[in-house]
């Protein structure tokens, strides 16, 4: 059946005036000293958010009335109304301003220092006066009796209203469609399509809502609730009306004090309008219809260009960096959380805030980027993936397809994709990631932070079937995944953040609907399933502390990291190398630096088929963990061709450690084992957050390792460190400090966790008939240089410090304290007098850390190594060498 885009179907005469002024939206003007025009734009139909109805629900009423995934519509006339897509309910109607500013993406829009309360104690209201809502029930009803119940499934916490939508054979939310100045809303009834369309208009103090609704052939009578005005003796005086045409046996009562209107049987379209009127007597008599559709409207026509930004490192990896178009008509702020590519290399970026745009000219030069608004109104997004050249976009609503129908470069449908899965009203239930799988079907990851109610698919990663109708679960148990997915193979990868029963940043595996670890806040402390999953690698917290997405570089231009996995950090934005190990009977896996210290904040990170190079970017929020400068940015990391200094694989063995580079190494120093540092330490899994480094004996810090040899393989590009007494442990870490036969710098650092330590046979790995010499050294290190700054820089590098110390002003982490300008520098002390920190502070700090925690930083200088026996004299004198050059 053809819907025609039309306004209303049947307005009456007297009215049209009134109605006229619904092309003026409603919105708050913009402030002069505001960088950004309002999060919620005046002019755009609609916008996508949660709705808290606590405050207006009598106080014994059984549910809490929160609409977790709403579309709030802009009916001009400063007249709101909030659609239900999972119970295809009017939530509310309102006059005001929109909605309060308390979830993530207005509360931080103009770049205040607020955040997101945690749970749902601090929800988005309706900002102004409600004077129509409905409970958590059904919007629409089979038969002709209704009901005020919820019949969705409940969630462990029975009050959460986020269950998920209402079975499809009652009905199932379709779309968006933008029309002029308004939004229509497709959904299904009983398996008939309707076609909904609200508006508002006013005279004097009363506002006037009208629900102009085409309903297809449907078999059998339904009834539409729609809603009872607020109680007391000061409530607003609402009034109703049901208006068909032609003239049908429909009816409407009020049952319990809500409209309910009954619609029969019936095999020709039929088309109707409910009339809602608020502040006295305001309901028309007479009639006519309105079928002309609506004027086009181009909204968005400009394009904004910004030009890029090359590196002239001569590193082997280096980012070029591409301006965010914020300097845009609209005073639009751009914090972009995520970024998918089309086959010509066309990108589609999506914005928390609810936006997506296309960015044209990425590609090996960059020259001009055109950037061209696309889409709006999406509830905090964080996810963006094509398929089959379509836009799809995972928000807290469920996964839309954005598609431009009329071909003018912007969305005018969002089609909701699917949202089968359950989405509750935590405020940290975030809409994490999401990934293409290879099958077609989309892999997402949501938010696990419960502060209020538990929820069954809270900190979960699912599987979306590949047509949208259905999911799976493929693991539970994470605090904020972040997800990869293999796009060869559909391996699914994920990573998590330190927490309950999570001692340090995990890289996993995911599959089979395992359990990770985390623990709910709200659930008694030793009430956890297991047993808990192994990850492929624990990742210091330190070195990782907030984790972020994964990343296959199938199909890249990334040279020797062609085809393997990089993961994501957000805290010091980074990307490391995934250095898989599956020569044992269980998967592991140890990371490695490739780049680091950018300027902006990352989340995701994508191979563009254009050039076959990264495109990362992200967003943050003043106060969330990051070393980012930034609010938000776009960056390109390329492969310039120089040496590559990372490494094609680590491996743990029964006789120490095998390195195997892209490049011949200088096998003098290679084969010192004084170029090669080892530590290892284990975790704890507690109901407390995190957990210290603990050494074999349970102390805190670190077990030292002295390498007793190295050894170069035949062809120069590998090695293998000979280290006494090898073990399975959580946590090792292998720095080296060699270099390359071209004179390049390979120096570096490690993080792995040995499951189980595979045979090593020189022969077969390419060394020789070799004996590998295992005989115990002395803890003490010989230095390999006379005291300098330069080797105090190498030190830096080798023994792990450059894990916690930042040395620039790009690097300011908050795991230890900054190397920059500390010589000389009076230094607070947790517990005694301040210091000044000269030589024999810096000296003590190396040899007894936790002499004098600086303030601040108690918990990670508890747990630093002691490097008393490790570094001899001429080492620390270089580190205070180079600590004083630091100004």
């Known amino acids: 059946m053809k819907f025609l885009p039309v306004r209303p179907a049947f307005l009456s005469r007297a009215l049209l005036p009134a109605l006229a002024a619904l092309v003026t939206m409603g919105g708050s003007a913009f402030a002069a000293d505001d960088p950004w025009k309002p999060w919620i734009e005046p002019d755009f139909p609609f916008f996508s958010s949660g709705l808290d109805l606590r405050p207006q629900s009598p106080k014994d009423a059984k549910e809490w009335n929160i609409t977790p995934r709403g579309i709030v519509l802009n009916l001009g006339n400063d007249c709101w109304a909030c659609f239900d897509t999972d ?35 601090k929800l988005p209201k309706p900002d102004g006066k409600v004077w129509l809502m409905n409970g958590v029930y059904p919007g629409w009803q089979l038969g002709d009796k209704v009901s005020f119940d919820d019949p969705r499934e409940p969630q462990p916490s029975p009050e959460e209203p986020g269950r998920g939508p209402i079975p499809p054979s009652v009905g199932q939310f379709k ?157 639009r702020n751009v914090r972009m959380a995520d970024v998918a590519f089309f086959k010509d290399g066309t990108a589609a970026g999506v914005t928390v805030d609810g ?53 003018d470069g912007v969305a005018d449908v969002h089609e909701l994709f699917c949202n089968a899965f359950p989405q509750s009203a935590e405020s940290r239930e975030f809409p994490m990631s999401m990934r293409l799988a290879p099958d077609g ?27 949208g109708k259905s999911y799976e679960i493929l693991g539970v148990g994470f605090r904020q995944p972040f997800i990869g997915v293999n796009p060869r193979t559909g391996l699914v990868t994920a990573s998590d953040q330190e927490g309950n029963y999570v001692p340090t940043t995990p890289l996993y595996i995911v599959k089979g ?81 490739v780049v680091h210290d950018f300027d902006i904040p990352v989340l995701n990170a994508k191979v563009n088929p254009a050039d076959g190079w990264v495109y990362m970017t992200g967003f943050q929020v003043i106060g969330w963990g990051t070393t980012a400068t930034r609010v938000s940015g776009f960056g390109r990391v390329r492969y310039t061709g120089a040496t590559c200094t990372v490494p094609k694989e680590v491996i743990p063995m029964d006789k120490g450690v095998l390195l195997r580079f892209d490049t011949e190494v200088d096998p003098q120093k290679a084969a010192d084992p004084a170029s090669y540092t080892l530590e290892s330490w284990h975790y704890k899994r507690t109901y407390k957050y995190g957990s210290p480094h603990l050494k074999a004996d349970e102390t805190p810090g670190q077990d030292w390792i002295t390498p007793s040899s190295a050894y170069v393989s035949k062809d120069g590009k590998s090695v293998f460190v000979g280290v006494p007494g090898m073990k399975p442990v959580q946590q090792m870490r292998i720095g080296w400090g060699i270099v390359a036969k071209d004179g390049t710098k390979l120096e570096s650092n490690a993080f792995f966790t040995p499951y189980e330590l595979v045979k090593f046979n020189p022969t077969a790995e390419g060394f020789g008939d070799i004996s590998v010499d ?37 690097i300011q ?43 601040g930083y108690e918990k990670v200088e508890a747990g630093m190594p002691v490097y008393q026996g490790v570094l001899s004299e001429s080492q620390i004198q270089s580190i205070i060498l180079y600590i004083k050059t630091l100004k």
């Open 774 to 810: 295992l005989t115990a050294k002395a803890t003490v290190a010989q230095a390999s240089a006379p005291a300098s700054a330069e080797e105090g820089k190498r030190l830096y590098q080798l023994m792990g410090c450059m894990a916690c110390h930042a040395i620039d002003d790009t």
């Open 175 to 331: 779309a968006v469609r933008l029309n002029g100045h308004s939004a229509v809303l497709d959904y299904t009834v009983d398996g008939a399509e309707v076609e909904e369309q609200l508006q508002a208009g006013s005279r004097g103090d009363a506002h006037l809502v009208t629900r102009a609704l085409r309903l297809a052939p449907c078999p059998h009578a339904v009834s539409l609730v729609l809603g009872h005005p607020l109680g007391g003796d000061a409530a607003p005086k609402v009034n109703a009306m049901l208006v068909w045409e032609p003239k049908g046996s429909a009816t409407m009562e009020q049952q319990d004090g809500t409209w309910v209107a009954h619609i029969p049987a019936h095999e020709k379209p039929l088309e109707f309008t409910v009339f809602l009127s608020e502040g006295g007597e305001f309901i028309p008599k007479d009639f006519i219809v309105v079928s002309h559709p609506a004027p086009s409207i181009n909204r968005w026509p400009q394009e904004v260009v910004t030009k890029a930004t090359l590196s002239t490192s001569k590193d082997a990896f280096v980012e070029d960096e591409i301006p965010l178009p914020l300097n845009n008509p609209w005073k």
């Open 87 to 121: 119970l295809l309910r009017v939530s509310a109607i309102w006059t005001g301003k929109g909605v309060t500013e308390d979830s993530l993406a207005p509360l931080s829009y103009q770049n205040k220092p607020l955040k997101t309360v945690g749970g749902q104690s």
């Open 513 to 593: 609907d395992e359990y990770h670890g985390f623990l709910s806040e709200l659930l008694p402390k030793e009430k956890y399933p297991a047993p808990i999953a192994d990850p492929l690698t624990w990742i210091p917290h330190p070195v990782n502390p907030s984790a972020a997405t994964q990343t296959w570089l199938i199909g890249a231009n990334m040279g020797p990291l062609n085809d393997s996995l990089i993961h994501v950090a957000f805290n010091r934005p980074e990307l490391f190398s995934v250095l898989l190990n599956e020569r044992g009977t269980k998967p592991q896996a140890a990371v490695v630096s």
């Open 813 to 855: 982490p908050k795991i230890g304290p900054p190397w920059k300008g500390l010589y000389g520098k009076t230094v607070q002390i947790s517990k005694g007098p301040d210091v000044v920190a000269d030589d024999a502070y810096i000296r003590e700090s190396i040899l007894v850390p936790s002499a004098k925690i600086v303030k």
């Open 441 to 467: 079907s989309f892999v997402i990851s949501k938010g696990g932070q419960q502060a209020s109610t538990i929820s069954k698919l809270n900190g979960s990663v699912l599987r979306i079937a590949a047509d």
């Open 355 to 407: 936006d997506v745009w296309l960015i044209r000219g990425l590609g090996k030069d960059l020259g001009e980027v055109h950037w061209k608004r696309f889409a709006s109104g999406l509830h905090e997004p964080m996810g963006i993936a094509i398929r089959d050249e379509q836009i799809y976009v995972f928000d807290r609503n469920g996964i839309w397809r954005l598609r431009d129908t009329n071909n």
